[in-house]
């Protein structure tokens, strides 16, 4: 969970439609591979030459192109141009800091969206951008890494082409976005695992790293909320239908979308809430506690010093001192000062204090 | 009271349109009434095969078919088949865990709203989610369980269709929604008591666990006010008469229906706002618990640490201290001290600290 | 100021439309009175058979009735029926617990709102729901109980009915309208009284009491909040003129009191800011006090402390201490100790303890 | 700075359009003054009888009518019923705690809006109400009291009628109500002053006073608000032209107007914001305090306890304590003694505490 | 970072469309700088004489002059008259303390924008007006300062004038504001450094000058978010096309500037978040030590307390104290408080405390 700005500084000054990869995840080859499919079948095979992609153009059917990692900018540029794709469109596939959105670009529409992961070092929350661009008949997916995320949908296709090749490339699109909401679900489902401890140990014991804790789940639930929050404006955009791309049909599934991505910010909005109220439960935790301190500090304090003070008195050097002299002085006192600290005792029962 | 993404997650990867409840209420049966009223009578029967349900369709009158429990995914499929509903419906139908919502398939309505009860527990609030399908001449409720909500609506048909009977379909959903909100009542009835307990308690006694069972109340309300703030634009929108399947009659009925709406709405606000003061005022009442702890401790540390002093002083050893060998030092420092006590308490009374 | 769910669940189960007064005032008889004038004359009686309400109809001039008590719901649904009123209108009338809205029926407008009052005990502000039915020539006002809130129209319209009479029934709905808001200003007199005396108090003396006051206090704010926010919707949707039942001259009237309503809740929300702040003022106060206590008890013990240790130390039963033996040696110690308090004493003074 | 709601209930049960002033200056006497110029001269003259006014009606060029205190209601009304006014502007004219709002009443734009100043005691800010009458040749305006704020426009006008008479009426009431805005900077600047001041001393010595200020600020930041904030539209109104008295050229000028407008109400927010971060300070500045003294006091107790202590073993009076008849004892328990301090003070240090 | 009204206090009472420089930067020279592009070539020339301006009017290509440096204010109203400027536009390209804006004046379009920057100082932020006037074939932009932002234009034009060259004036203006926005992000980055190390050492040590570190960082956020904020409304209103000076096909540009412009306020508001964030854990670390220190004084009191009441009853004078004569008495009370201390550590040792 980086901060927000630390990429984007490093394009400062260059003219825009640079295409810069600003990821990270450098390490990985970027794989093209194509799956084309209508009712009667699917067929997918990887690419290697970019030019391979134009094959499609005139054929019916549906073609998704899948794209897996993005530092090879020259390759991309090339795919870019080949697609027909506006360079600002090419620098926003590769700034990966793209916040969701869609762009109606006439022939082609670019949809991106956040994939949300759990990084290797387990709970921490990745998020991996997706960039969707739709055409007529086609379909092209970005993906910063091989999380695999879209595996299910291609087996789905290979599998049973005949019910999704009824459907147009919208569909296909669709059933990417779903895919990528219906994901978020299951990130969810540990998040509220690890509130729901923090929330245990928060009452149970409220040291400094809780706060700790409760402060970092603040700041990745802000991250989520960012991530996810303008994906509701861009999937009622989509389902609105202004685009001639959407058909009808497909219309209805995005009002389905549009209700799961409803549902996730809900989630999100009362995890939010959840965690302000657990400030104050922690605040207010450390307020019992130094009551409960105090409250000790005040019952030692009140029983012993009237008794030090009463055997100050017999400790005092003055020649007549007839107490002194009697022989029951000493047991008397004591049994004085037992009255008296039970007393006490009885005076802060009462008041409840232990 | 369960967490936001917990089913869900389980259905990650299906394709969308998979029907699969989701719910947990696995151990009752499915069952099915058929419920069938014009002008002059009504008859309600059982539906045991659920092609009898076809047989309205060309009868006059309103049909009204209530499914009770949602386990027997393949009968409701074949329901849903039967009536030609579509497969994202069933879905949500089974997904209890809809937000209220209202979307217009044409042919129907398909509306999801949320009954309150209270589990066996007893405080605990729970939610049963009902689905309604609005024909033009039937209504089909989906209840998950045998909550019996719908009962008194029933039996007013039976007794009386003469006057139900005269309006349409249209009326006999409002019916059902407006005894769903009219319910909403009744539980916050028990949740008010429960919030002024609650606060009496707070005031009275500020415990740990009063903290717990405030944050316990903030959560439900959550909860309830996601169950029930989209309802506000449901049934405005069913009002405003998008619809054919709505009549201008029914209008004004839902109209009032929005207005019971609001008034649940209003309610619950008032009763976070409720909550919210109750924090503050607990934590003023642990300020206020410590003020008065440290007031203790001051004032019996203020009294007793110079007497404790003067005993000190006369405790020394030094051969020559004169006031030792008066024959009224004694009762003359004892007198002192008894001064000093004495003006400490004034001191502390004139400022109010005791 | 009861809870806001109190009354709605006895209604629970009722079919819509079921007239039925869920107030308190229970003791009181219904009455009507007729007022009809016209340029040339105003003239008042009291109504005995519902019936006589109709002969108004054709007559030139405007007619007001006034009813008081909503108790007799028999006698109310005669009247209903004969001014031909929508059963929903009837049960709203009954049903105290209104929202200020207005509702076109057509041939009427159905309005409500609230009035606020004190109650008997003096301080706490109570709240009666008026509806008033305005049609072409007519106005039909409901009170809750006899408070004469409409009295002071009446006499304008006795002792100079060629004013009013030139304008029409619309005019009058307003002018009563205009009168309760009006109204609305002496309760906020009395409240900001009272929210002033309780700031004085607040910095002078902060008691757990004037917290539950604080907080009472918000409550009725929030309840009067309820009360008021609704009616500015209300009178801007008047004044907007939807309806033909408004003039174009009464427009300008209703705006003025459109100007009078948001003045009112810029009140309410002034005075909601100043509770809020005196919140701060009062957890802040608390502070402050704890600070002084623990600054009296810190000077205390640190003065007395390292003096009881001087003391503490001659008075050890050493045989060898030299001290104890000279002629000057208790003078120099409680010289050194008067010293010592001295020292202690200005460095309090320098950090501004004392 | 009034209670919002002081003078309003003086006027309750009155029937509307009732002119009545409310505010406090009583003492000053209503003055008009009309100034009437053209292109090529600018002449003023005081005005006794109000018919006097009537005289500019047919004159080409612009007349402005300057009206200076507001209690002669009678005078008021005679020049209204001149001006052809509406008895709800006139009412609205005099009760000196209107919103700022614009009226369009077809003929004449009736325009309120708020001077503000600083009272005789210095800092106080107070307020005064002003309207603008606009008709097609001819601009009214009226004063509460003699504050001279209109003064340079009056003289701009007269020295340089060229400039201004090119432009019509519309021209001079944007210029007075340009002029208003304007001096909203003046009292901004000396807020500004007071608010850092404030700050200045909230984290130097943070006392209640400093609290009580903190609060008289923010409240007359929520009046300041008040009088501002309905500003906004009232310009934005009148720039986007509904009204023909509004010329297009004036447009650019009211456009410039509102961009003042939101600079004042930028301010306005911006201090607030201040003040409320001040809060914060405060509380947190009093924490420290405590955290401070109740540092010193641990600290000296947790020296100071071990010590007594061990002073008070060997002050018992056991026959048989073999330390205190040691030649060295003496000596090597006040050595002892001090280690025992010192490593106290070590610890401390080492755990920053000082 | 000045006062919000500092400034524009100086210019109360002069006839709106006064140009008057309120800036501070006296010291620079007025320089300007004349551009000329089109596909083929791109000619610089500093400019003398203002007239020298006027030559691109009928010229083909692109014209962009640069004006640096705002205190000479009459060649600048030379400059104005040359380019026919409204006398509002000059006003407010000199009144430095302008909002971002755009007002669509006809024949150009004038708009507002503010570069930031950092003071010599270091951390502070700077902010500088940038004002740009968008004509049919020439852009002018006006600097404050000699800051250099818009160098990196220059030389991506002198460099490849074909380029841009092909796309119009309006191009130019998007690539200067482009420019601006993208140096937002470097200023960010310092930003972020600055909170996240207020953040470590917030934790680490809360000390009272971190409070006014974090309270600054609000204060310039709060200023930063101002000057930032309208800039969105500014570029959607661009972009919509509204003007007919901005092409098609600089649409995409914008919307794609209008991205990075959400982007920049995401940031901030992000950065706002977790300045709030931050006092919470600086009130709670405060909280925390708190309770340290009280634990320890607690601990410390609470074992020596009971052990100086036993010293003390052994060192009373009564005659009768069989104890003091036991041979093993000493010894025995030396244990016993051994035990009693071992008793009181074990209990806060399972208490947590130790």
């Known amino acids: 969970m980086v901060r927000p700005t630390q990429k984007r500084s490093r394009k400062a000054g260059l003219p825009p439609g640079t295409p810069m990869y600003i990821g990270e995840r450098k390490s990985e080859t970027t794989r093209l591979t194509l799956l084309h499919y209508d009712e009667h079948q699917a067929v997918e095979k990887p690419i290697e030459a970019v030019e391979e992609c134009q094959s499609f153009r005139e054929q019916p059917g549906v073609t998704w192109i899948n794209v897996t990692g993005l530092h090879e900018v020259e390759r991309l540029t090339q795919l870019g141009n080949t697609l027909g794709l506006h ?12 916040r969701p959105k869609s762009e109606d670009y006439g022939e082609y529409l670019y949809i991106v969206l956040k994939a949300l992961g759990h990084g290797d070092a387990g709970n921490e929350i990745t998020s991996e951008q997706i960039s969707l661009i739709l055409g007529r008949n086609f379909v092209v997916s970005f993906l910063e890494g091989d999380s ?8 789905r296709i290979l599998k ?26 299951t990130i969810f489902e540990n998040l509220g695992d690890r509130i729901e401890a923090l929330q245990e ?6 040291a400094p790293e809780t706060l700790r804790t409760l402060n970092n789940l603040k700041r990745e639930m802000l991250y989520l909320r960012k991530s996810v929050w303008p994906l509701r404006e861009v999937v009622s955009g989509l ?23 409803i549902h996730v910010i809900d989630t999100i909005e009362t995890y939010r809430d959840m965690l302000s109220g657990m400030l104050d439960i922690y605040l207010s935790s450390l307020s019992i506690r130094l009551n ?40 008397a006192v004591l049994l004085a000062m037992a009255t008296i600290a039970g007393g006490m005792m009885l005076y802060f029962r009462r008041r409840k204090w232990i």
């Not at 140990?201 to 409220?206: E, M, Q, T, V, Y």
């Open 87 to 98: 360079p600002l469109v090419l620098e926003d596939i590769l700034s990966t800091d793209q």
């Open 148 to 155: 695999g995320i879209f595996n299910v949908v291609k087996e």
């Open 160 to 185: 049973n082409p005949a019910r999704i090749g009824k459907l147009g490339a919208d569909y296909l699109a669709y059933a990417l976005m779903d895919t990528t909401v219906d994901n978020y679900f």
């Open 201 to 206: 140990s928060l009452i149970a014991r409220p």
């Open 239 to 261: 389902q609105r239908g202004d685009s001639p791309l959407i058909q009808k049909a497909t219309g209805l599934y995005l009002r389905d979308l549009y209700d799961h991505t």
């Open 292 to 331: 409960e301190v105090m409250k000790v500090l005040t019952i030692i304090a009140t029983i012993f010093m009237p008794l030090s003070f009463i055997v100050g008195v017999y400790g005092m050097n003055f020649h007549y001192m007839p107490e002194l002299g009697w022989h029951w002085g000493y047991p």
